[in-house]
């Protein structure tokens, strides 16, 4: 079993930074790539950030140049650094991680519960 799990998340003003943090533990061979999503309210869920195996980034449009993802070298953990918030930014964020599993070598998508976001003054 692989399990994800989410924190970072609360209330904060506008133009405040809050930052995401998201575990991987469990039966876990390789972690090929890691990503933060959002759903706000009414909204389908969304791409956020995505960081590689190799540490290759990529950005929504919404969130270029204020948000930072990173997970540091042979470690299990994300990050998602968010500054100059925005109320648009209200969300419940997720965890994604596509995981190479063990001992069956089987590689699968995973999702954490999400952590609350609210951007509100």
């Known amino acids: 079993q692989v399990q994800l799990v989410e924190s970072g998340g609360g209330l904060v003003q506008p133009g405040g930074s809050l930052r995401l943090s998201c575990v991987v533990s469990?039966?876990?061979?390789?972690?090929?790539?890691m990503g933060w999503y959002r759903q706000a309210p009414g909204k389908e869920r969304e791409l956020v950030a995505h960081i590689s195996s190799g540490a290759g980034t990529y950005y929504a449009d919404s969130v270029q140049g204020r948000f930072t993802v990173s997970r540091p070298i042979a470690d299990n953990t994300m990050y998602l650094q968010m500054n100059s918030l925005k109320p648009e930014d209200t969300a419940v964020y997720y965890c994604n991680a596509d995981v190479t599993s063990r001992p069956s070598g089987k590689r699968n998508d995973f999702w954490g519960r999400g952590t609350q976001v609210t951007v509100s003054s």
């Open positions: 469990g039966s876990i061979y390789s972690i090929n790539a």
